[in-house]
């Protein structure tokens, strides 16, 4: 084989190697991401089943619809109101373990994928902001500021559906010593992006720190609110490394 002929079997193999995806330009596919967990708390409130649940940008102030999720024990994105997602419901048996099997990023609704800099939820302090490191990154809305808002747990019992808290270790709401604690929160992004907080991000009584570093796929992250003492608290969103998650009534 000649040179040139040697160049154009090159060239041809290379051709065919992009082709098939081997140069990595075409991102792995994704897995499925489970959370495995348990509920804490009274057994008389024990609830029949429990939905992870996100809420999209434009749906307003968050309510508990009535009643219960059209399909139990199931990964599938179930729409329990305008505007609020179930991505995944398990039902709890007598000792209170369940798993949640989050979906793909294919499975998602539109109206939860937005633009990484509208992803943010929660008013903050004037003069402070989020700012995202990628406005082409789409990621599922979380919450900034308040312990419920965007990214929620609804507990499903014979009464009716009530918000749990969904937390890294069990917490003891009855607590009068009770200082600081975690609510986490479950956010999917379609590639890495980060988010920090800029400017005056602090009041009279609350210092928000947002240092939140999204990989593509669902990341878990925490809302750890700490009580500082002489009346002023702060609130940290970052990425929790914790496995396990209980749920719990939520008692503030």
Do not use: K
Not at 65 to 74: D, F, K, N, V
Not at 117 to 129: E, I
């Amino acid at each position: 084989m000649g040179r040139i002929g040697a160049w154009c079997a090159v060239v041809g193999s290379l051709l065919a190697l992009t082709a098939c995806g081997v140069p990595g330009t075409d991102p792995a596919p994704e897995t499925r991401t489970t959370l495995s967990g348990a509920y804490v708390g009274d057994p008389a409130l024990l609830p029949m089943a429990v939905s992870l649940v996100v809420v999209e940008p434009e749906a307003g102030p968050t309510a508990v619809p009535a009643g219960a999720p059209p399909a139990l024990g199931t990964s599938q994105v179930i729409e329990l109101a305008p505007g609020r997602y179930a991505l995944a419901t398990a039902i709890l048996p007598e000792n209170g373990a369940f798993e949640l099997d989050l979906p793909f990023a294919s499975e998602l609704p539109d109206a939860l994928r937005v633009p990484a800099p509208d992803a943010p939820a929660g008013v903050l302090p004037a003069g402070c902001t989020v700012q995202a490191s990628s406005a082409t990154v789409s990621v599922t809305p979380f919450e900034v500021t308040t312990p419920l808002g965007a990214n929620l747990v609804y507990g499903f019992t014979p009464a009716g559906p009530r918000i749990l808290a969904l937390t890294p270790s069990v917490v003891n709401w009855a607590d009068p010593a009770l200082d600081t604690f975690t609510l986490l929160q479950w956010v999917h992004a379609d590639g890495p992006v980060t988010f920090v907080s800029v400017g005056t991000c602090s009041t009279a009584s609350l210092d928000y720190v947002v240092d939140l570093e999204l990989a593509r796929g669902w990341n878990r992250a925490g809302r750890r609110f700490d009580v500082l003492g002489g009346g002023r608290s702060a609130r940290t969103i970052a990425i929790d490394d914790g496995a396990l998650v209980f749920v719990s009534p939520f008692a503030l």
